[in-house]
């Protein structure tokens, strides 16, 4: 799957890729700075913030309806939810601002702009893989004992790679069980990974949890077969089982019925 780990640290590509061009932005800008002129290291970092805040807000008004009836989960940037054009035009506006009040160093400022820009998209090449993986031929154990097979049922399939001792895991549970019931024509399943069958029901059974398809892979087959690199991890199956999508790390509503619908218009599945 498209993921980068670093020691402890794991990181969805994109999000990595968005990390490394935002070092480099504000390296080259602190270099300028030095050398040019210490305002534009003020500039770089307003523009860092007001870029991450345009790129939440971008996402935010993309899916206003979803968010208008939780407002609060505004605020949760750590289960992702940014938009690359709203970030390009919160920098831009501060490009903008810096032509207004010196012009002299817009220059300067968009030297360091291009430099993040580059090193973003460098990463991004070298981090992300369009490969179609296909799909795992091994039988899993569900929880009440029957044998399944993962996207071999001529539907998509949206696959959460989970853990009860991980806590994004269990933060996105109920939600991803609560989207699972209202959609139709992609399955869900949710494939535990390394734990016990009595562990896995103590801990749905006090959530109050009912998981449509729950299997058990003890021995981690799926995380190695996707190059999972960290938890949770949810895997987007074609309806002939090969790999068409990933997110590494928890999940938003949006992000999570944003990428069903890229799932089903592929497979060319109308609503």
């Excluded at 800008?29 to 040019?36: E, T």
């Excluded at 729950?214 to 799926?222: F, K």
Aim: hydrophobic content about 50%; glycine content about 8%; some cysteine.
């Amino acid at each position: 799957m498209n993921a980068v780990s670093l020691g402890p640290f794991a990181f969805d590509a994109e999000r990595f890729a968005a990390i490394i061009g935002m070092v480099a932005f504000l390296a080259v800008a602190s270099v300028l700075a030095h050398r040019v002129d210490d305002r534009l290291g003020r500039w770089s970092s307003w523009t860092a913030a007001a870029g991450l805040a345009a790129a939440r807000l971008g996402h935010v008004l993309q899916y206003a309806g979803s968010f208008a009836s939780e407002p609060w989960r505004i605020l949760s940037v750590w289960q992702g939810g940014f938009s690359w054009s709203g970030g390009a035009a919160g920098v831009g506006v501060m490009l903008v601002v810096l032509f207004l009040r010196s012009r002299k160093l817009v220059g300067w400022a968009a030297a360091s702009v291009a430099a993040g820009a580059v090193a973003t998209t460098a990463t991004l090449a070298f981090t992300y893989s369009d490969t179609q993986l296909p799909a795992v031929t091994s039988a899993f154990r569900t929880l009440d004992g029957a044998e399944s097979r993962i996207g071999d049922n001529g539907r998509p399939t949206v696959l959460n790679l989970w853990a009860t001792w991980c806590p994004p895991c269990r933060r996105e549970l109920p939600m991803m069980v609560e989207l699972a019931a209202s959609t139709t024509d992609v399955d869900f399943v949710f494939a535990n990974q390394g734990e016990t069958s009595a562990k896995i029901a103590d801990y749905l059974r006090s959530e109050n949890l009912i998981l449509p398809q729950a299997v058990l892979d003890p021995q981690l087959l799926l995380s190695r077969h996707y190059s999972a690199v960290g938890l949770p991890a949810t895997l987007f199956l074609a309806a002939d089982g090969t790999l068409a999508g990933s997110h590494l790390g928890e999940i938003s509503r949006e992000v999570l019925a944003h990428k069903i619908q890229e799932l089903k218009s592929e497979e060319g599945i109308s609503e």
